[in-house]
């Protein structure tokens, strides 16, 4: 039963901790004492060894005993000393009104903007195009498709468009953004149908990057769209609305 519960909840805890917010700075963590760490990863490794499930960091938090552990794709999980309880989701620091967990993830996630592959993106100029942002995107999502409808309201940015359909949610999704892809002009493809659900005629399918660019969505350890990555190299899960979502931005350039 425990090998079920890590392996159906550690793909959600992302989502979950950080949609519709704003990462804010995280403290430098605290690496564990070494026998503490060793003990800990043989023995999660160990636990779910046929889930392949790595432990990648150990550190030290605020609550004597309590161990944050990094484990594969960036999530964190926390745990006693000898790894025989494990804890799933937020920690808390109630007085300075600040989540640890999400601090922590926001620093786990970041990412190289320049060394993205912008060519493998969709890309739109508004204006002078001067603000940028990425965004990891589900033509099928709906969150995704209330981030686009808060761009039309932005001026003077660029927005470079990853797709990435996620199967388990959209089974039409793939398809979709083959598709548009493959449009002759696919920018316009793009935001018409997340901005104004108009779905372009039916073309032939292209050579695309659908399927590298979702995996590297998963590889920088997105499990939700929309998965937004500012050119600092902060990263936001989830949708903010305006006049929130321009102050962000510029706040991330």
């Not at 039963?1 to 989502?15: A, D, R, S, V």
């Not at 786990?108 to 993205?116: N, P, Q, R, W």
Request: glycine share 6%; aromatic share 8%; hydrophobic share 35%.
């Amino acid at each position: 039963m425990k090998k079920k519960l890590i392996y159906m909840m550690l793909p959600f805890m992302l989502p979950l901790a950080a949609c519709g917010q704003t990462p804010s700075a995280a403290e430098k963590s605290e690496p564990a004492p070494q026998n503490a760490a060793s003990e800990i990863k043989t023995n999660l490794e160990k636990a779910y060894a046929s889930q392949k499930l790595k432990v990648q960091s150990v550190n030290n938090t605020p609550i004597n005993g309590l161990y944050e552990v990094v484990v594969s794709g960036n999530q964190i999980i926390y745990t006693d000393g000898k790894a025989k309880y494990i804890l799933q989701g937020s920690l808390l620091d109630v007085e300075a009104r600040r989540d640890l967990t999400e601090e922590r993830m926001a620093a786990l996630h970041t990412v190289d903007f320049v060394s993205l592959p912008l060519d493998k993106a969709i890309k739109e100029v508004r204006g002078n195009g001067k603000l940028k942002v990425a965004v990891f995107s589900d033509p099928d999502c709906p969150f995704c498709k209330r981030l686009e409808r808060e761009f039309t309201k932005m001026n003077d940015i660029t927005i470079y468009s990853f797709m990435m359909p996620l199967a388990s949610l959209h089974p039409d999704a793939a398809r979709k953004a083959e598709q548009i892809w493959c449009q002759p002009n696919r920018t316009a493809a793009w935001t018409a149908w997340m901005r104004e659900g108009k779905m372009p005629p039916q073309v032939k399918v292209c050579d695309n990057p659908v399927e590298e660019t979702t995996s590297l969505g998963e590889q920088l350890g997105f499990h939700g769209t929309p998965a937004i990555v500012f050119p600092n190299g902060k990263t936001q899960s989830g949708y903010s609305p305006m006049p929130q979502l321009e102050q962000i931005i510029k706040q991330n350039q």
